[in-house]
């Protein structure tokens, strides 16, 4: 048996916007990306699919605005922390070399922020989320991180954070992704695109 999620990416943040390392950081959506959630619909099957987001404002109201219903909240798919990075720009601590930081091809599951998880952190907790949404048995659609999604694809991938993503993630699309009954990513699937309300 196997269950099907869909992942989110939450819309714009102040920092989205000028390039600044979010993590943790609660963050609000500005006016436009609440305007542009209003303004679209989940395409099928995901408008009646579970709904689910993180405890960060951001994800909670991007999916309460597209879905017109509250989502449960699942802590342990809130977004990877950045530690001592949050909200410095990426481009100022590749310039750096102190720093630590690098591209993301270059982090292995390993690379951890001061202060901060690496993906495999991330997926440590990640995983008994994704086997307690699987043990549900019905689609979910979950409003999520650009770090959590990129660790679930690259489970589903088979990517190891080693060379350039085999994936592109941007907003107002949906990750489908088919879990086994444990909750592991099997496949990816084509992503799907919100549409006009």
């Known amino acids: 048996m196997s269950v ?15 390039g600044r390392l979010q993590g943790r950081t609660d963050r609000p959506l500005t006016e436009a990306a609440r305007a542009r959630a209003d303004a679209l619909a989940l395409p099928e099957p995901w408008a009646e699919a579970r709904l689910l987001a993180t405890p960060l404002s951001r994800a909670e109201e991007t ?12 802590p342990a798919l809130i977004e990877l922390s950045w530690g001592a990075w949050e909200g410095r720009r990426g481009e100022e601590l590749i310039a750096d ?3 630590g930081y690098r591209h993301v091809e270059d982090w292995g599951w390993d690379r951890r922020p001061p202060g901060g998880e690496s993906p495999g952190d991330a ?35 088979g990517w ?16 489908p992704v088919r879990l086994d009954a444990a909750g592991n990513p099997l496949e990816p699937l084509p992503e799907a695109r919100m549409g006009p309300r």
Do not use: C, Q
């Not at 190891?160 to 990750?175: A, G, L, N, S, W």
């Open 4 to 18: 099907l999620i869909g992942l989110a990416r939450h819309f714009e943040t102040d920092w989205n916007a000028e």
């Open 63 to 74: 999916a309460r605005r597209l879905a017109r219903r509250a989502p449960e909240i699942e």
């Open 97 to 99: 070399p102190a720093s």
């Open 123 to 157: 997926w440590a907790r990640i995983a008994p989320a994704l086997a307690r949404i699987a043990a549900e048995g019905r689609p979910a659609l979950l409003v999520v991180h650009r770090g959590v999604i990129r660790v679930i694809l690259a489970k589903a991938w």
């Open 160 to 175: 190891d954070f080693d060379r350039k993503e085999p994936f592109r993630i941007k907003r107002e699309r949906i990750y």
